[in-house]
Structure formats: C-alpha cells, structure tokens
C-alpha cells in the first residue's frame, strides 16, 4: 500500500511525504517520523499505524488535539481523502494515488455569534443583587433600610 500526505502551503501549492509501511510519529521533535517544527504541535503529536489494509490514527494527547476532516479525534480509521489537521497544518491522505485530484478542504463555517441575554426590566424600588454583587437573587430597596443612611454618612 503507497501511502502519502498531501500537506497543503499557503501559497496553494502542495507537499507530499511518503508514509512508511508500519506506524509515523507526528510530532515537533527531531526524532519523529514526520517532524513539524512548531509550538502548536506537540513533541509527539499524533501518530499512523498501518496495519494490512487499514490505517489508523491516534491522538498521542497533544495539546491542541488532532483533527479528522474538522473534528477532533483520539483515535479513527482513515480512508483516502480524509484531510488530517495536526497544529495549524492541513494534509490530505492519499493511498495508492486516490483521491487522484487532490483539493484543499473547505472553508471552515464561522461559528454563529451567540445573542446577547436580553436586559431584565427592573421595576420601581427594586434593584437586581446582580448588578450589585453578581450572586444574589433580586432584593427589594425599602426607604426603611437603615444601611442607606449609614452609607450616606460615609
């Protein structure tokens, strides 16, 4: 089985690295298999076992994790095409030449901005605790409370 990753640079073109026949260690330090010189990609990151006809992939408990076609994974079984996402670096799997065009991944969606609580109407007299001290239920003001005068004092 010939198996390669495809990284993709930022200029749109592309990088393939041979794989071995057994297992690949993904990491930032020199004695990795695949050896990816950045802070955002752990010292050892990830790593491809082969086994016959079967690849797998496992995180080896990085810090920003390991990504299978946009999703975080421990552990998965790749097949041709999946893109792979170690650090900030995109590669694509290929094995014996498939996928035979080989196109970056799609635009990650953005995230939807989560809305805004709306604000409570805060009836006459009456103040929210939160506003006040941010852990209390509502608590009613009364003319009667002597620590208002106390305040004043001060």
Do not use: W
């Not at 086994?51 to 994790?65: A, P, Q, Y």
């Not at 901005?113 to 009456?126: F, L, N, R, S, W």
Request: charged share 30%; proline share 9%.
């Amino acid at each position: 089985m010939d198996v390669n990753l495809v990284l993709f640079k930022k200029g749109g073109s592309q990088k393939a690295f041979s794989l071995p026949d057994s297992t690949t260690v993904i990491g930032r330090r020199h004695d990795c298999d695949l050896c990816i010189p950045l802070k955002t990609v752990s010292r050892k990151h990830c790593q491809l076992i082969q086994n016959k006809e079967v690849i797998n992939i496992r995180d080896l408990g990085s810090r920003s994790g390991t990504f299978l076609n946009g999703k975080r994974i421990k552990e998965a079984t790749l097949k041709a095409g999946d893109y792979i996402r170690v650090g900030p670096l995109i590669f694509l799997l290929q094995i014996d030449g498939k996928p035979e065009k080989i196109v970056p991944p799609p635009p990650a969606k953005p995230k939807p901005a989560k809305p805004k609580p709306a604000q409570k109407e805060i009836p006459k007299g009456k103040a929210l605790a939160e506003e006040l001290s941010g852990s209390f239920p509502e608590i009613e003001i009364d003319a009667e409370d002597s620590f208002l005068d106390e305040l004043e004092d001060l």
